[in-house]
């Protein structure tokens, strides 16, 4: 069939919107028809090189549709299902799924190849019939996708299927950045560094497992105004007035934990940020950073003799296929906001705009509408 998508030819340029050819869905495969995608930080990085993999790609990585069509062996979805993307796969049976860790699931080695887990094929060529990777095997930046199901999670046709395409990534990735990885208590001190779509979500994770301060940094003074609307009780403009707020607000005792979810995560930001939690503390690193950077500024004695921890955070270190549904009832009995995360929606045709926004700030999270 045709279909319309964003692909990125080669790096440090724009987006070209394009149709396509799409293939049907091979066994164990389903095609789904776009109805929203988040502007995330993440394509960025692809454009930037930060994430390398292969080009040309299509970008789009959190994202919900409708399933149209279902390829032999489908068994959990049918068409009419609605669905929204996990940009890692969950296949249920290896060692990490079977354990409660999906995240970490056997089937993300395919993320980084850039073609479909079921047979290495491409289903979306260029008119030129030029093979197009998808983005985190999902490739959401057009009105129509061929995906595994591993890659899927149906959910409730009530919900706004806009709004539930933000828990594809950023709200899940955020919320269990906070909840999962940080495990902020009753009563923590937290401190969310970087207010867009994974920060603000970091805060609003934080406050429905009951933190009592939530300190948000960030340099724009909007995105601190917004962190204040989801629960945060305190901000900063950067992490050095950070510290002199939580030394005296907790009296030099510090924060409990600190969640790092800047644009483009720096070795010299670890530092600082290590500094702002209490002995026992930890900082989570959620926050892409490119990928040949190996250098990170630490204090190895700091680590040590005040027991600190310093730990990464994939898709929020949770289980998708349960967080998702589960942060979808939260939305729905109004304990999590999504109706407010979204800035602006644009056109396909518009995402180069979208980006543009992102970058200057103006966006908590932009998202593409596919009508
Ligand atoms: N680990 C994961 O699974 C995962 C998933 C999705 C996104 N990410 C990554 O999370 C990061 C954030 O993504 P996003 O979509 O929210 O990006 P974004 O661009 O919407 O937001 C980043 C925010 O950080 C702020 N910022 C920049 N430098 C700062 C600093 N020094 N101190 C405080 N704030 C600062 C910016 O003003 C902006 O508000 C990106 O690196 C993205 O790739 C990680
Ligand atoms: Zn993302
Ligand atoms: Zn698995």
Known sequence: ????????????????????????????????????????????????????????????????????????????????????????????????????????????????????????????????????????????????????????????????????????????????????????????????????????NAVQGAKIAGARWIVAVDPVESKREFAKRLGATHTAPDVYSAFSLVNDMTWGQLADSAIITVDVARGELVAPVMSLVRKGGNVVVTAIAPFAQSQVNLSLFELTLWHKQLRGSLFGGGNPRADIPQLLKLYQSGQLNLDDLITRTYSLDEINEGYEDMREGKNIRGILTFD
């Open 1 to 200: 069939m045709q279909a319309r998508a964003a692909i990125l030819w080669e790096l440090n340029s724009p987006w070209s919107v394009e149709d396509v050819e799409l293939d049907d869905p091979a066994p164990s495969e389903v095609l789904v028809r776009m109805t929203a995608a988040g502007l995330c930080h993440s394509d960025e990085h692809l454009v930037t090189g930060d994430i390398p993999i292969a080009l040309p790609a299509v970008g789009g990585h959190e994202g919900s549709g409708v399933v149209e069509k279902v390829g032999e062996g489908v068994t959990k979805f049918e068409p009419g299902d609605h669905v929204v993307m996990s940009f890692i796969p969950s296949c249920g049976h290896c060692r990490w799924c079977s354990s409660g860790h999906q995240t970490l699931c056997d089937l993300g080695q395919h993320l980084m190849m850039g073609v479909p887990i079921s047979n290495g094929v491409h289903r979306m060529r260029s008119k030129g019939g030029q093979g197009l990777g998808p983005m985190s095997l999902v490739g959401c930046f057009a009105t129509h996708q061929v995906v595994h199901e591993a890659s899927v999670v149906k959910i409730d046709k009530e919900l706004p299927l806009d709004k539930a395409a933000l828990v594809s990534c950023g709200v899940t990735t955020g919320w269990g950045s906070a909840v999962h990885t940080a495990g902020v208590q009753p009563g923590d001190v937290v401190v969310v560094v970087g207010i867009g779509g994974i920060g603000s």
